[in-house]
């Protein structure tokens, strides 16, 4: 009877949000592929792998069902990683073409290992290492440095007024304005009429403007803060009395 083999260690973390789907499903056919190279029989669906289920390739032969081998992240990882950024300069422009296209900078580094599998079976054993690595390099989506970290000096660029508009439960609506790069934002409301409640509202990432409510509990709702964020780290800044800049 044929033995189940599980590849990859990455498979125990899986790839979650409709955002990364075609980033699955272009990681699951470099499995597919590997997996009959090695003369296998692909025993998962690709949506069994975006539920999060191991990636199972069936070989024959004897012997129990156990994952395959893990290589040093902080070693072999690093290696192919800084390969592609620092070492090649071929390797770079397929990473830079790739971010290009549209793809994350893990997935770029995959595009400029496409020539050693080895390579690629290294980095997908540890996405989440190299990843981290990648963030720490200053190497985000675009193949530019990372945003700076917010500051005081990053409050000014967020605005938020009331529109004067009120939803059918009576909440009322605040347009929040950004004049500066993009910035994910958090509002902090207060009841004016017992400030010891609070609630936060997420803006999500805010271009240029979104809008937020305020809670329908609240008398009279009230601004009292507003947290700027990006993937380099946060800032919480102060709302002057009856409004934020």
Same mark, same amino acid.
């Given at each position: 009877?044929?033995?189940?083999?599980?590849?990859?260690?990455?498979?125990?973390?899986?790839?979650?949000?409709?955002?990364?789907?075609?980033?699955?499903?272009?990681?699951? =056919?470099?499995? *597919?592929?590997?997996?009959?190279?090695?003369? +296998?029989?692909?025993? @998962?669906?690709?949506?069994?792998?975006?539920?999060?289920?191991?990636?199972?390739?069936? $070989?024959?032969?004897?012997?129990?069902?156990?994952?395959?081998?893990?290589? @040093?992240?902080?070693?072999?990882?690093?290696?192919?990683?800084?390969?592609?950024?620092?070492? =090649?300069?071929?390797?770079?422009?397929?990473?830079?073409?790739?971010? +290009?296209?549209?793809?994350?900078?893990?997935?770029?580094?995959?595009?400029?290992?496409?020539?050693?599998? /080895?390579?690629?079976?290294?980095?997908?054993?540890?996405?989440?290492?190299?990843?981290?690595?990648?963030?720490?390099?200053?190497?985000?989506? #675009?193949?530019?440095?990372?945003?700076?970290?917010?500051?005081?000096?990053?409050?000014?660029?967020?605005?938020?007024?009331?529109?004067?508009?009120? #939803?059918?439960?009576?909440?009322?609506?605040?347009?929040? @304005?950004?004049?500066?790069?993009?910035?994910?934002?958090?509002?902090?409301? *207060?009841?004016?009429?017992?400030?010891?409640?609070?609630?936060?509202?997420?803006? /999500?990432? *805010?271009? $240029?403007?979104?809008?937020?409510?305020?809670?329908?509990?609240? $008398?009279?709702?009230?601004?009292?803060?507003?947290?700027?964020?990006? =993937? @380099?780290?946060?800032?919480?800044?102060?709302?002057?009395?009856?409004?934020?800049?």
């Amino acid at each position: 009877m044929k033995s189940l083999l599980v590849w990859c260690a990455i498979l125990l973390c899986p790839i979650a949000g409709a955002a990364r789907a075609q980033s699955s499903a272009w990681t699951y =056919d470099i499995f *597919v592929n590997e997996c009959r190279k090695a003369g +296998g029989t692909v025993g @998962s669906t690709l949506e069994q792998y975006n539920r999060g289920e191991r990636f199972i390739c069936q $070989r024959g032969g004897s012997g129990s069902s156990q994952p395959g081998p893990e290589p @040093s992240c902080s070693r072999d990882a690093k290696i192919n990683t800084d390969w592609v950024l620092s070492q =090649d300069k071929g390797a770079r422009l397929r990473f830079n073409q790739a971010i +290009g296209a549209g793809k994350s900078a893990f997935d770029a580094l995959l595009v400029a290992q496409g020539h050693n599998p /080895g390579a690629q079976k290294s980095l997908l054993a540890c996405q989440g290492w190299v990843e981290g690595y990648l963030r720490r390099l200053g190497e985000n989506r #675009d193949g530019r440095p990372a945003a700076a970290k917010p500051t005081p000096e990053g409050c000014p660029c967020i605005s938020i007024i009331p529109t004067g508009n009120s #939803d059918f439960e009576g909440r009322a609506e605040y347009r929040v @304005s950004n004049r500066c790069a993009p910035l994910n934002v958090t509002v902090v409301f *207060v009841d004016a009429t017992a400030t010891s409640l609070s609630a936060r509202a997420d803006a /999500g990432l *805010v271009g $240029r403007a979104a809008t937020v409510k305020a809670p329908a509990t609240f $008398r009279i709702p009230s601004l009292e803060a507003y947290n700027i964020r990006n =993937d @380099s780290g946060s800032y919480t800044c102060r709302c002057k009395p009856g409004a934020c800049n």
